[in-house]
T-cell receptor, first 114, second 114 residues
Framework: DAGVIQSPRHEVTEMGQEVTLRCKPI?????LFWYRQTMMRGLELLIY????????DSGMPEDRFSAKMPNASFSTLKIQPSEPRDSAVYFC????????????FGQGTRLTVV | AQSVTQLGSHVSVSEGALVLLRCNYS??????LFWYVQYPNQGLQLLLK??????LVKGINGFEAEFKKSETSFHLTKPSAHMSDAAEYFC????????????FGQGTILTVHP
């Protein structure tokens, strides 16, 4: 397996534009997590899914953020409209069903909103 | 709610010295605990995990951690630091009443001096 695949690796966009980040989890993994990493706030859990169903989205900062998982092999995180304070590295991770197992991380998407 | 606290956002050691990175958790039931490492511009990767078997856990690259229920701690140690150990280290928690959630501490940046 190629691991968790995120795209794009880098995204630069203007304030007010819509941004869509994509994630392909490892096949067979039941959980998918979206995290945001910044210098100020560290690694924050935004939302996670179990079997394609959102379980906890309490970390999503505002209504401008939305996430979907239409099937077991694909998830998106959308920001609309984007703001400079959304600039961060966004990570996707996936994990098998058992909680004592390792979560595997993608390489991240570095988002810059100017 | 379950949580993880890492004491010290930055730790600096000399090459060959002991590495000690501190992690304390809060949970009503014994959780699963993990240490992840992040090298610059990369995703997180697993160093080791505690899953209620042996309380002293050995991981990759010579790291180990000891689960101490009485102290609610899971500190990471390495007897002799190498320059290649310079990275950011994250303690994480799952299980218990987390309903699948994987929660990370704020991270500790380890600097190794020659």
């Amino acid at each position: 397996d190629a691991g968790v695949i995120q795209s794009p690796r880098h995204e630069v966009t203007e304030m007010g534009q819509e941004v869509t980040l994509r994630c392909k989890p490892i096949s067979g993994h039941d959980y998918l997590f979206w995290y945001r990493q910044t210098m100020m706030r560290g690694l924050e859990l935004l939302i996670y899914f179990n079997n394609n169903v959102p379980i906890d989205d309490s970390g999503m900062p505002e209504d401008r953020f939305s996430a979907k998982m239409p099937n077991a092999s694909f998830s998106t995180l959308k920001i609309q409209p984007s703001e400079p304070r959304d600039s961060a590295v966004y990570f996707c991770a996936s994990r098998p069903g058992r909680e004592n197992t390792e979560a595997f991380f993608g390489q991240g998407t570095r988002l810059t909103v100017v | 709610a379950q949580s993880v606290t890492q004491l010290g956002s930055h730790v600096s050691v000399s090459e060959g010295a002991l590495v000690l990175l501190r992690c304390n958790y809060s949970s009503s039931v014994p959780p699963y605990l993990f240490w992840y490492v992040q090298y610059p511009n990369q995703g997180l990767q697993l160093l080791l995990k505690y899953t209620s078997a042996a309380t002293l856990v050995k991981g990759i690259n010579g790291f180990e951690a000891e689960f101490k229920k009485s102290e609610t701690s899971f500190h990471l140690t390495k007897p002799s630091a190498h320059m290649s150990d310079a990275a950011e280290y994250f303690c994480a928690l799952a299980g218990g009443t987390s309903y699948g959630k994987l929660t990370f501490g704020q991270g500790t940046i380890l600097t190794v001096h020659p």
